[in-house]
C-alpha cells in the first residue's frame, strides 16, 4: 500500500474555479470594507406617492451637497403608515395622519413615538387622456360635482350633458369614461374622496346607495360611514385600478377615455403623444375653473385648519377665485425616540434640507412652496429626531403664509394657524402667487412690482443663505466623516474587477472551445 | 447466523443467511452528513409549507373558510375577505395561456424533432433551453411594451369574427382591451411554451426511432407516423409537460402584476381589461399588509399554493411514470 | 484507512464512459453533403427536397391566401393588418390542404398541412424569440454605456439623466451569492442522499421536493418577509438571498438527481469492487463524474433565480444607492430595479429599466453560455449523448 | 408449429386492396413484382457509402444481400424504398425501379412507395401501445387505407406470418407481450397487411434464437411466391436456405464505399464463385 503514492483527487479545472471564486470572494470583500459610498448610513422611507417625484429629487440633491444617502420608493401613504410602524423602514411618508382604525396599530409597534413633519404641498391633478372628434383635447373644464360624478357614476359619458355644458367649446366624445383609481392605500384617494364628501355629498351618497346596491360584499365601513377612504372602492363600474401615481398616470398615458386623480408633478411629467398629459381645471367655491397649479395649491391650503399633531384638516370650500381645490400636504413620518442617531443625523440634514433650500425648486415639479409658518412647523419637529443637526437658521426665503379671501368658515385664521400674523405679508403672498403663474389671481401692476422687489430680497437672502448652509454642510461633514475613496477609486477598483472576470471568462470560454474543437 | 422462522419447519429448505452488514465509520459519517442534508432540505421546505398552513388559520377563521373561497371581496380591516374571483381570475389566465401554448410548443417539439433541417436542430434546442431561463420580468416588460398593441389586434379580430363563442365576447362594444387577461394569458403563454417544449421534446426524443421507422416502412406519412407512433407514445410525458407548464402559468406573478388592470373580482370577459391572480394580489396588497390582512394574504398564497402543487404533483407523477415506462 | 485515492481509478472510469457513445443514427452530426460532383459523374439527388410541383402548390397556397385575405378584408371594410395575416394565414392553410388532396390523396394533404403548421408554429416561435431579444437589446442598447454600468440613483433626480444599475449588479451578485452558498450544498448533498444512499427518508424527502419545485414564488416571498423581515429584522439581501434560496433548493436537487443518474451504476460498482468505501466510491469517482452536471445544475439554479422579482420584491425592497452589506438595509437587485422603473410613466426611467433588462438579459445569457459549456464537455467525459 | 399454407391466401383478394390506384403499378402485375437497381451510389453527407450498385430482384424471389458488416448492404436495401433518405444528410444516385418505375422520380410520393415495397427490420418493433390486432391494421390507417373486414384481415396476416395459431386467442393483448420472435413475426404480419409488392428484410433473424429463426425462414419461402423478398443476412447458411440469388457487397479497403462484387443464383454464388474474394468470404477465410 505504500507503494502507491497518493494525492488528494481534487481535478485541476475545480482547483481553478476554486481560486477563482476565492479572489472573486476576497476582492468582493476588499470593496465592501475599503469603499463606502454615503457618509453615514442609508435611510430607507417609503410611503406617498403624491410627493414620491419631490422626494427623489432631494435625495439627489441631498446625496450631491451631502454625500448622503436617501433610499426612497413610493408605494402609497398606507404603504408608508403601515411600514413605519412594523419597522420595515426608517420614516414613513403620508398625505394623511394616521386614520382612527390605525390606533390599534400604533399601540401595538414599538415606534409609536413620532412628529408628522410637513414636507410638501401641492394640488390634486386630474389627468385625463382624450381624443374628440377634433383632436385631443387638452382643456377640459370640470364643475367641482362633475368631478366627482366621472369617478363614482358608472355609465357617465364624455359628452355627459353637465360636462358639455360646462365645455361648450370642446367637442366631447361620445364614449364612456373609463376613471382609473388607485388600487393600493392612497393618501390621494382619501383626499379626493375626502373632497368629494365635502363639495358633492349627493354624489357621494348616490355613490354609496349605488356600491350598496351592486356590490354589497365591497361595501368597507368607512365608505358606509361617510368617511373618506383610502383604498378606492374595487370593481365598481368602469374603473380600472391601478398601483400608485405613476401606476395610474400609466394607465391613463396607454388607455384612451380615461381619467385619474393623482399629483400634478406625475402628470406634468407623464408625456401622452409627446406633449404633457392634459389636465382639466376644476371649478372652486367661487366659481372659477383654477388649473392645478402650485400658486392656486397653495391658496387652496390657506384654508386648512392646523390639528394638534402638526397635521392639517383639509378644507374644500374656501372662497378666494384663486384657489384649487383639492389640493393637500404630505407629511414625513419620523420616529423621535429609540432612533439610532446615526440615522437621526441623515434623516435630520434630509429633512432640514427638504423645508428649506430644498423648496426652492418644488415649482419646477407642480408642488407649492411651504410658507415660513410650515417650515418653522417643520423644523420644529425635526428637532425632536435623535441626532438630528442643528436647526437652520436659514429659510431659504420661504414665503409668508397665502393671503387668501375669507370662505364661507373662518379661513384666515385657518392659515395662520400656528398664531403667525397672516395680513402682514400681501405683497410677498402675491409673490409667490405670481411665480407660480396662478391662474385665478389677478395682479394690479404696483404688487406685481411689489413681488419683483421681495423676490429680489428673497433672492439675496438664499445667497447667504448657502453661504451658511456651506458651513453647515463642512461642519456636518466632519461629524459623519467616514473614509470614503471617492468615486475615482471605486470606478479604478470596479474597472479592474470587470476586466479580471472578463478575461476570466474569456479563458473559459476559450477552453471549452478549444477542448471541443480537439475532441472533433 | 440463519435465523429459523417457525413456519419454516423442513430442515431440507434454505433459509438465507442474515449478511451482516459493518458499516465503516467514514461511510457513517457521509451518511449523516447526507441525510441531515436531505432532512434540512425537508426542514426548510416542509417548514415553509406548515408555516404558511399555521399563519394562514387567523385569517381563514376570521372570514371563514366557506366565504374565504366563495366570496371575492377584499376589505381585510373589517376581516371580509375572499378570493374567488382570484381564482377563477388565476385559472382563467393559466388556461388562456395553455390554449395558446400547448399548440406552439407541441407544434416547436414536433418540428425541433422532427422536422428541422438537422444544422439549425441543435441552435433551436439551445434557444429552447434559454428562453426557458429567461427572467419573467423580460417576457413581462416586453409583452406589455410590444406585444399588447398586436394583441390588442388578434383579441378585435377574435371579437369580430368569434363573438358567438361566448369567451370572445366584450360586456359593451367600444370596452378598452389592454391589460386584458388575455393579453397576460397570451405573455404567460410565450413564457410556458419553452418549458412545455423542452419536456416533451425530451420524452419524443426518447421514442425508439426503430418503431418510427417501421411506421414509415409501412406507407405511412410522417404525420401519420407522429400521429400513430409518436404522440401515441408520448402522451402522458407531454400530458406531464404541459400540466408543468399550467402549474408555472398558475403561479406567474410579476408579468401579471404589470400588465393587467387587478380587479379582485372575477372578470368573465377574457377580452377586456381588467382581471387578477392571487400571485398578483399578493403582490400588490403586501406591502401595505398587517396582521390580520397579512395572514389573510398568506392563506391566498396557500391556496395558491396548494392547487399548484396539486398540478405539479399529477405532472410529475405522469412524467416520471413515463421515464420509467422508457 | 486510505486517505487518497488513486488517480489512475478515474481515468479508467473515462476511458470506460466515452465507449458507450450510442447515439440514434438521425442526430449523427455528419457535415451536409457537398454540391461538387463525386468522381464519375453521378450527380447526388436529394430526395428530400421539393420537387417542382409542391413548390408550383406552394406558391399557388400563398397567393391565393394572400389574394383571398385581401379580397375580403376590401369586401367587409376590415382594416386591422392582424385581421388580414390571420385570414391569409387560414387561407393558405385551407389550399395547401385542397391543392395537395386534389393533386396526390388526403393523406399526402393532410400531411403537407400538419407540415405547414409545424413550421409554422416553429417560426412563429422563433421569431418570437428573435422579437424579444431583438426588442430588449434595441431598446437597452442606448443607455447601456460605463456611466451606466458604474454609478447607481441616487444623484439622479426624477427628471435628470444618467444614473446607473451598478448598486442593482452589485445587489444581484450579492444574493445570488448567498443564495448559492445557502441552497447548492444542502442541494447537493440532498441530491446524494436521494440518489446514492436512498436512505429511510428518500420517499418523503423527494415527495416535498417535487411538491416545492412549483412553489409560486411569491410564496417564498411572502414566508421569507413573514417569519423575516416582519420580526423586526427588516429587509435586506440576506433576506432576499433566503428567498431565493428556498426556491433553488428543489431545482437544483431535481437537476443533480438527474445527473447522477446518469452515471453507469458499473462505476459505483467497480469502486466498490476495488475496495472503496461507499463515501470514497461517491465522492471519488460519482461526484468527479457528474461534477460538470452537477455546476451545470447549479448555474442552471442560479440563472432561474437570477430573474426572479417576486421574492425578491418582498424581501430586498429595492433601494436607489449602493448598498454594499447584503445583511443590513435594504438592497436593490436587477429585476427589481427593473420593475420599480418600469412602474412610472417617465420615459427616462423606462428607458434606464430596458438597459438594466439587457444587463439582466445579458447575465442569463452568460449563466447559460456557461452551463451550457460545462455540461457538454461533462458530457463528453462521461461519454452520453444527452 | 402450425404453419398453415392456407387457402386464403390463394385469394389474396383484389377486394382488400385499397391502395390509391394508379396507372404506374397496374393490378395484372400482381403477386410480384420486380426491382432493378441500377448505378445506385449512396451518400451520407460528404462520406460516400455504396457505389454503382446493380442489382435486379426478380419477381417471386428471395434475393440475399451478404457481405462483412459496413460494406453498405442496410443502406441498399433501405435505399430500395425510400428509407435512406430519412437520415437528413442522405443524397443517392442512379435509377431504382419498381415495374419499371423510378421509384426516385417526382411523381413516386415516398409513401406510396413504402407501402409498396415493406420491410422487415433488425430488432422487432412492434408498436408498444397497440394491441396485436392493431399492430397488424397499423399499416392500413398509417397508409391512409380502409378494410372491409379488418377481422379476416389480420387473422390472414397472421396465418401467413405463421403467427395465427400462437395469438389467435389474446388478439386484444399488447404487442410486446409476445417472445421475440414472435415479435418479429408480428412485424411480417403488419407489413403484409398493406399488401406489398416487395418485402424487404433487414437481418430479420439477428436478434432471434434458432427455433425462431427457422420458423420466419420458413416463412419467408412461402411469402416468396407472392411477394419478391430482399433480404439482408450476415448467417451464410441462413443465405443459402432461403434465398435464390445472392449478392456480395464489400467494402475493399478503409474509407471506400461498399460495392456488390458477384451477384448471381444462390448455388453459383456459394458453390462456384466467380470472384476469389466472394471465394474467401463464403468459405469462411475472412469476415
Redo the contacts between chains.
Keep these: 500500500m505504500n507503494l502507491v503514492r497518493r494525492r488528494a483527487l481534487v481535478p485541476p479545472s475545480l482547483r481553478t474555479a476554486s481560486a477563482v471564486a476565492l479572489s472573486a470572494i476576497v476582492a468582493v470583500s476588499v470593496l465592501c470594507t475599503g469603499v463606502a459610498h454615503a457618509a453615514g448610513p442609508t435611510v430607507t422611507g417609503t410611503g406617498s406617492s403624491f410627493a414620491a417625484l419631490e422626494i427623489e429629487q432631494w435625495k439627489s440633491d441631498v446625496a450631491n451637497e451631502y454625500d448622503i444617502a436617501i433610499n426612497y420608493q413610493a408605494g402609497g401613504s398606507t404603504q408608508g403608515r403601515l411600514s413605519y410602524l412594523n419597522g420595515t423602514v426608517d420614516f414613513g411618508a403620508s398625505d394623511i395622519e394616521y386614520q382612527s382604525d390605525e390606533q390599534n396599530l400604533i399601540n401595538a409597534s414599538s415606534r409609536k413615538d413620532f412628529v408628522y413633519v410637513p414636507i410638501t404641498a401641492g394640488p390634486v391633478a386630474l389627468m385625463f387622456n382624450l381624443t374628440g372628434p377634433g383632436g385631443r383635447i387638452s382643456n377640459l373644464d370640470l364643475t367641482r360635482s362633475d368631478a366627482c360624478r366621472i369617478f363614482t357614476e358608472p355609465e357617465i359619458k364624455w359628452n355627459d350633458a353637465s360636462i358639455q355644458a360646462t365645455n361648450p367649446g370642446v367637442a366631447l366624445p361620445d364614449r364612456k369614461i373609463r376613471p382609473v383609481v388607485r388600487n393600493d392605500g392612497s393618501g390621494t384617494s382619501f383626499v379626493f374622496s375626502e373632497y368629494c364628501i365635502n363639495v358633492a355629498g349627493d354624489v357621494w351618497n348616490a355613490f354609496k346607495t349605488y356600491v350598496a346596491n351592486n356590490d354589497p360584499d365591497q361595501n368597507s365601513i368607512p365608505l358606509r360611514e361617510g368617511k373618506p377612504v383610502s383604498t378606492w372602492p374595487q370593481g365598481i363600474g368602469s374603473a380600472t385600478g391601478a398601483t400608485a401615481a405613476t401606476g395610474v398616470a400609466q394607465t391613463v398615458q396607454l388607455s384612451p377615455d380615461t381619467i385619474t386623480y393623482n399629483d400634478a408633478a406625475t402628470a406634468i411629467t407623464t408625456f401622452i403623444d409627446g406633449a404633457p398629459s392634459p389636465v382639466a381645471s376644476v371649478e372652486n367655491a367661487a366659481g372659477a375653473y383654477i388649473k392645478p397649479v402650485p400658486a392656486a395649491a397653495t391658496i387652496a391650503l390657506g384654508y386648512a385648519e392646523a390639528r394638534a399633531n402638526g397635521t392639517f384638516a383639509l378644507r374644500y370650500d374656501g372662497a378666494d377665485p384663486g384657489a384649487y381645490f383639492p389640493s393637500t400636504y404630505s407629511y414625513v413620518i419620523a420616529q423621535t425616540s429609540g432612533f439610532d442617531p446615526a440615522k437621526g443625523k441623515v434623516l435630520g440634514t434630509f429633512l432640514n434640507y427638504a423645508v428649506t433650500a430644498g423648496q426652492r425648486n418644488v415649482e419646477e415639479l407642480s408642488y407649492s412652496r411651504l410658507s415660513t409658518v410650515l417650515v418653522n412647523l417643520a423644523l420644529d419637529k425635526v428637532q425632536q429626531i435623535p441626532g438630528a443637526p442643528a436647526r437652520p437658521t436659514d429659510l431659504a426665503g420661504a414665503p409668508p403664509p397665502p393671503d387668501v379671501l375669507a370662505g364661507t368658515i373662518a379661513a384666515k385664521g385657518a392659515a395662520g394657524a400656528a398664531g403667525a400674523a397672516g395680513g402682514i405679508a400681501g405683497a410677498a403672498g402675491a409673490a409667490g402667487g405670481a411665480a407660480g403663474g396662478a391662474a385665478g389671481a389677478v395682479l394690479t401692476p404696483e404688487q406685481a412690482k411689489a413681488a419683483a422687489a421681495a423676490a429680489e430680497v428673497l433672492a439675496a437672502q438664499a445667497q447667504a443663505a448657502s453661504e451658511a448652509e456651506a458651513a453647515d454642510q463642512s461642519a456636518a461633514d466632519e461629524i459623519l466623516a467616514v473614509q470614503t475613496n471617492g468615486p475615482g477609486g471605486r470606478e479604478v477598483i470596479f474597472t479592474l474587477l470587470q476586466g479580471a472576470l472578463l478575461v476570466g471568462l474569456g479563458v473559459f470560454l476559450s477552453k471549452g472551445v478549444r477542448t471541443s474543437w480537439q475532441k472533433k | 447466523m440463519a435465523l429459523t422462522s417457525p413456519d419454516l419447519q423442513a430442515l431440507e429448505e434454505q433459509v438465507p443467511r442474515d449478511i451482516a452488514r459493518t458499516v465503516t465509520r467514514g461511510d457513517r459519517i457521509f451518511r449523516t452528513l447526507c441525510a441531515s442534508a436531505a432532512a434540512v432540505s425537508l426542514f426548510i421546505i416542509g417548514g415553509t409549507a406548515l408555516f404558511l398552513a399555521i399563519k394562514a388559520v387567523p385569517a381563514l377563521q376570521k372570514a371563514g373558510l366557506l366565504s374565504f373561497f366563495t366570496t371575492s371581496v377584499w376589505n381585510p380591516t373589517v376581516g371580509d375577505f375572499g378570493v374567488l374571483g382570484l381564482l377563477i381570475g388565476t385559472i382563467i389566465i393559466a388556461t388562456v395561456s395553455l390554449i395558446v401554448a400547448v399548440p406552439l410548443a407541441i407544434g416547436l417539439a414536433l418540428f425541433i424533432n422532427e422536422y428541422s433541417p438537422a444544422r439549425i436542430r441543435r441552435v433551436l434546442t439551445s434557444s429552447v433551453d434559454l428562453l426557458a431561463a429567461m427572467p419573467s420580468i423580460i417576457f413581462g416588460m416586453w409583452g406589455f411594451f410590444a406585444l399588447q398593441a398586436p394583441l390588442v389586434g388578434v383579441a378585435s379580430w377574435l371579437n369580430l369574427h368569434l363573438s358567438a363563442i361566448p369567451f370572445f365576447r366584450l360586456s359593451e362594444p367600444d370596452a378598452p382591451l389592454l391589460r386584458s387577461s388575455f393579453i397576460v394569458g397570451t405573455v404567460v403563454a410565450l413564457m410556458i411554451v419553452p418549458i412545455i417544449t423542452s419536456v416533451s421534446r425530451d420524452v419524443m426524443a426518447q421514442c425508439p426511432r426503430s418503431q418510427c421507422e417501421a411506421a414509415l416502412a409501412l406507407g405511412g406519412s410522417r404525420w401519420g407516423m407522429i400521429k400513430e407512433v409518436l404522440l401515441p407514445f408520448g402522451k402522458a410525458g407531454i400530458t406531464g409537460a404541459v400540466l408543468l407548464g399550467f402549474g408555472r402559468a398558475l403561479g406567474e406573478t410579476i408579468a401579471v402584476a404589470l400588465i393587467i388592470a387587478f380587479t379582485i373580482e372575477a372578470n368573465p370577459y377574457v377580452l377586456e381589461q381588467g382581471g387578477g391572480s392571487i400571485a398578483s394580489l399578493i403582490a400588490i396588497k403586501f406591502p401595505e399588509a398587517q396582521d390580520l390582512e397579512i395572514s389573510a394574504l398568506i392563506a391566498a398564497g396557500l391556496a395558491l399554493f396548494s392547487m399548484t402543487l396539486l398540478v405539479n404533483l399529477g405532472a410529475r407523477a405522469i412524467v416520471r411514470r413515463t421515464q420509467i415506462a422508457a | 484507512m486510505r486517505l487518497f485515492a488513486e488517480p489512475r481509478l478515474q481515468l479508467e472510469v473515462d476511458v470506460d464512459m466515452s465507449l458507450l457513445d450510442e447515439r440514434p443514427l438521425d442526430e449523427t452530426p455528419v457535415p451536409e453533403a457537398p454540391e461538387q460532383e463525386p468522381i464519375e459523374e453521378q450527380v447526388p439527388f436529394r430526395p428530400r427536397a421539393l420537387v417542382r410541383s409542391e413548390r408550383v402548390e406552394l406558391l399557388l397556397a400563398v397567393a391565393s391566401g394572400v389574394t383571398g385575405s385581401a379580397v375580403m378584408c376590401l369586401l367587409f371594410d376590415w382594416t386591422q393588418p392582424l385581421t388580414f395575416a390571420i385570414w391569409a394565414l387560414l387561407l393558405f392553410l385551407g389550399s395547401t390542404y385542397l391543392l395537395a388532396r386534389d393533386s396526390q390523396s388526403p393523406i399526402v394533404a393532410t400531411d403537407r398541412l400538419i407540415t405547414t403548421l409545424v413550421w409554422t408554429s416553429g417560426g412563429i416561435a422563433v421569431s418570437v424569440l428573435l422579437w424579444m431579444l431583438g426588442y430588449v437589446v434595441v431598446k437597452g442598447i442606448a443607455g447601456l454605456n460605463f456611466e451606466y454600468l458604474t454609478s447607481d440613483l441616487s444623484k439622479v433626480g426624477p427628471l435628470d439623466d444618467g444614473g446607473g444599475v451598478f448598486h442593482a449588479i452589485v445587489g444581484t451578485l450579492e444574493q445570488m451569492l448567498i443564495a448559492s452558498v445557502l441552497s447548492i450544498p444542502i442541494a447537493i448533498l440532498t441530491a446524494v442522499y436521494l440518489h446514492e444512499i436512498r436512505g429511510r427518508l428518500a420517499g418523503i424527502v423527494r415527495f416535498v421536493i417535487d411538491a416545492m419545485s412549483g412553489l409560486p414564488s411569491i410564496v417564498a416571498g411572502l414566508f421569507i418577509y413573514t417569519v423575516w423581515v416582519l420580526q423586526g429584522r427588516g429587509p435586506s439581501g440576506l433576506a432576499a438571498g433566503l428567498a431565493l434560496a428556498i426556491l433553488m433548493i428543489p431545482t437544483v436537487t431535481r437537476t443533480a438527481e438527474e445527473m447522477l443518474k446518469t452515471i453507469d451504476d458499473g462505476l459505483r460498482e467497480s469502486a466498490l469492487a476495488l475496495g472503496a468505501p461507499q463515501w470514497r466510491s461517491v465522492m471519488q469517482v460519482v461526484l468527479p463524474t457528474a461534477r460538470s452536471g452537477l455546476i451545470t445544475a447549479s448555474i442552471l439554479g442560479v440563472a432561474r433565480a437570477v430573474g426572479e422579482t417576486a421574492p425578491v420584491l418582498l424581501t430586498a425592497f429595492g433601494s436607489s444607492s449602493i448598498n454594499w452589506s447584503p445583511f443590513n438595509g435594504p438592497q436593490a437587485d436587477l429585476p427589481l430595479y427593473i420593475y420599480q422603473l418600469l412602474r412610472q410613466p417617465n420615459p427616462a426611467q423606462i428607458a434606464r429599466a430596458w438597459s438594466g433588462a439587457l444587463v439582466l438579459v445579458l447575465l442569463v445569457l452568460i449563466l447559460f453560455v456557461l452551463a451550457r459549456v460545462i455540461g457538454e464537455r461533462g458530457a463528453r467525459v462521461r461519454g452520453g449523448s444527452r | 408449429m402450425t404453419t398453415v399454407q392456407s387457402p386464403q391466401t390463394a385469394e389474396t383478394p383484389a377486394a382488400n386492396r385499397q391502395v390509391?390506384s394508379s396507372e404506374i403499378l397496374p393490378e395484372e402485375l400482381h403477386p410480384s413484382s420486380r426491382i432493378d437497381a441500377t448505378?445506385v451510389?449512396c451518400?451520407?453527407?460528404?462520406?460516400?457509402v455504396l457505389e454503382?450498385c446493380t442489382l435486379s430482384m426478380e419477381p417471386g424471389e428471395v434475393t440475399a444481400l451478404i457481405g462483412p458488416s459496413g460494406c453498405g448492404k442496410s443502406t441498399f436495401l433501405r435505399s430500395l424504398?425510400?428509407?435512406?433518405?430519412?437520415?437528413?444528410?442522405?443524397?443517392?444516385?442512379?435509377t431504382i425501379e419498381l415495374d419499371g418505375v423510378d421509384i426516385?422520380s417526382?411523381e413516386m410520393?415516398?409513401?406510396?412507395?413504402?407501402?409498396?415495397i415493406?420491410?422487415v427490420?433488425q430488432?422487432p418493433?412492434p408498436?408498444?401501445?397497440?394491441s396485436i390486432a392493431d399492430n397488424v391494421l397499423?399499416?392500413l390507417?398509417?397508409?391512409?387505407m380502409s378494410n372491409e373486414d379488418p377481422k379476416a384481415l389480420v387473422e390472414q396476416c397472421l396465418r401467413r406470418a405463421g403467427l395465427w395459431a400462437e395469438v389467435s386467442d389474446r388478439l386484444n393483448e399488447g404487442g410486446m407481450s409476445l417472445s421475440g420472435g414472435q415479435q418479429q413475426r408480428l412485424?411480417i404480419a403488419?407489413?403484409l397487411a398493406?399488401h406489398p409488392d416487395v418485402l424487404?428484410m433487414d437481418e430479420p433473424c439477428s436478434a432471434l434464437d434458432p427455433i425462431s429463426t427457422r420458423v420466419i425462414e420458413q416463412t419467408i419461402r412461402e411469402l416468396c411466391e407472392e411477394i419478391t423478398i430482399v433480404i439482408v443476412t450476415h448467417n451464410m447458411q441462413q443465405a443459402q436456405r432461403v434465398s435464390d440469388k445472392c449478392a456480395f457487397f464489400l467494402v475493399e479497403s478503409i474509407g471506400d464505399p461498399g460495392r456488390i462484387v458477384e451477384a448471381g443464383p444462390t448455388t453459383q454464388v456459394f458453390e462456384n464463385p466467380s470472384d476469389p474474394r466472394t471465394y474467401d468470404y463464403v468459405t469462411g477465410q475472412f469476415g
Design positions: 390509391v448505378d451510389t451518400w451520407f453527407g460528404k462520406r460516400k454503382r424504398n425510400r428509407m435512406h433518405e430519412l437520415v437528413p444528410v442522405a443524397a443517392i444516385a442512379g426516385y417526382e410520393s415516398p409513401t406510396e412507395v413504402r407501402s409498396r415493406g420491410m427490420f430488432k418493433n408498436f408498444p401501445a397497440m397499423a399499416g390507417s398509417l397508409s391512409g412485424c403488419r407489413a398493406v424487404l
